[in-house]
């Protein structure tokens, strides 16, 4: 009976066991929606951040990924990198241009037509999405015309699919057209699904909306009560799309170039080389994201040697002018490198102005400083006024007081003791004096004959 009542408790285990096992276990099915904001440049930093974030809704199984947007324009690569991205994902993906007064212009158009489903917020607005040149180079009108043809058909390849009107979204390419909330829920056919005021809103009215998807098969949303998972840049991202920005490259290389001449003017100085340094490497990285003007960065590179020049060639000003006239046009031309980004010109010129004057009045101080007799050492006794101890003569040496020292001390002419006399050369420890008053004297002479 032992052996009965000591696996007793073990078999009593074991089947409540397989009973847990085999009882059906609760299960929610509260569908989940991720929730992006992507505010800001379309660049590749954007891009990057897209395809995290429907790359976690694929692994996780969201019911819906929701891409808030808000932007002015970006780089039709990076556009076309988020479209494809978008494409490919396993859950629909919202795009929802808001909240109220945002816009999503130029690439942001192109992102909301190609869309499972388009929403808007009240009081914002779409469109705008002619291409512009981001090279800061000018193009021909045979070039421009094949850009707007090629972005026209990009364009009008994703309205078709998405059973959007056609029409307007390549009058958008082609003819720079923008469009209220209004305006593009009430063309026919709509350019987006419905009007939402936020995301809550939007999760109320997609419940139940069938959504074709891009290669034809449909689904059927189910919001109702969906869990909202946020998901952020992370911390790199969002500092890689700060510097990312024109202004702030444009900023980071006109200080970067300063600190290195500040540098170069006072030797030892560290701080303004080290931070000079740091900011010309964020700034080389952020124009490595951003397509460079090399012409705008020649012309900046170019004013500033001008500039530097300015100050050790007289040029009655010509080399400064035209150095600081080069240094605005080549900031005008780098900041033009995003489209539809403009260039800020009451930030621009004052910061180039700036920039010109610091150096010239820099430039000035250090080859003043370098024009100087030396304050320290044996050669800062030329040019000293001192007083004999003793009579000096051509062939009779004697002791003179300067600087608080006594000096050995020689003169092509008769000095009595007690005269002042001044030190015009030395020769070791031997200094050469002249009586003083001696060399205006020779100078009036001089006038005299």
């Not at 199984?61 to 556009?79: E, I, K």
């Not at 600190?259 to 700034?283: D, F, R, S, Y």
């Not at 006239?325 to 260039?343: F, T």
């Amino acid at each position: 009976m032992a052996p009965v009542k000591a696996t007793a408790p073990i078999a009593v285990c074991l089947l409540s066991a397989v009973l847990l096992a085999q009882a059906p276990t609760e299960r929610t099915d509260r569908p989940t929606a991720i929730v992006a904001e992507l505010d800001g440049i379309i660049h590749p930093i954007a891009a990057e951040y897209v395809d995290e974030v429907i790359g976690q809704a694929d692994v996780s199984g969201a019911n819906v990924v929701v891409l808030v947007l808000r932007t002015p324009g970006g780089l039709l690569d990076s556009t076309q990198a988020i479209v494809s991205r978008m494409i490919t994902s396993r859950a629909p993906v919202v795009v929802f241009v808001g909240p109220a007064g945002a816009r999503a212009a130029s690439a942001g158009f192109i992102i909301t037509v190609a869309a499972d489903v388009a929403v808007m917020a009240p009081g914002t607005h779409i469109g705008a999405a002619h291409p512009v040149s981001g090279s800061g180079q000018p193009t021909d009108e045979t070039t421009a015309q094949k850009a707007t043809e090629d972005a026209a058909a990009y364009v009008r390849s994703l309205a078709e699919a998405r059973g959007r009107n056609v029409m307007l979204a390549a009058e958008a390419v082609t003819k720079s057209r923008a469009f209220t909330d209004t305006e593009a829920l009430g063309a026919s056919p709509p350019l987006i699904d419905f009007v939402a005021r936020d995301v809550d809103d939007l999760l109320r009215q997609l419940d139940g909306r069938t959504v074709r998807r891009f290669d034809g098969r449909t689904t059927m949303l189910r919001t109702a009560g969906a869990e909202v998972r946020r998901m952020d840049m992370t911390r790199r991202q969002r500092f890689l799309s700060a510097i990312a920005h024109p202004q702030i490259a444009y900023l980071l290389l006109t200080l970067g170039m300063l600190g290195l001449t500040v540098e170069v003017w006072n030797p030892g100085a560290i701080l303004p080389g080290v931070a000079g340094g740091l900011c010309l490497l964020l700034a080389f990285f952020a124009l490595q994201i951003l397509p460079v003007s090399t012409s705008g960065l020649l012309l900046m590179v170019f004013g500033l040697a001008l500039l530097i020049i300015e100050v050790k060639v007289p040029s009655f000003g010509v080399l400064g002018v035209g150095g600081t006239v080069s240094l605005i046009i080549g900031s005008v031309m780098i900041n033009r490198s995003v489209p539809d980004i403009g260039a800020n010109l009451t930030l621009l010129i004052p910061m180039a102005l700036a920039v010109a004057a610091i150096v010239l009045f820099l430039g000035r101080l250090a080859l003043g400083a370098q024009r100087q007799p030396p304050s320290t050492g044996v050669d800062a006794l030329i040019g000293q006024h001192g007083r004999t101890r003793s009579p000096i003569g051509p062939e009779m040496p004697g002791h003179i007081d300067v600087r608080g020292e006594i000096w050995r001390a020689v003169s092509a002419a008769a000095v009595a003791a007690g005269e002042p006399v001044r030190v015009t050369a030395i020769n070791g420890l031997t200094l050469t004096v002249e009586p003083e008053g001696a060399g205006t004297r020779e100078r009036e002479d001089e006038w005299k004959r």
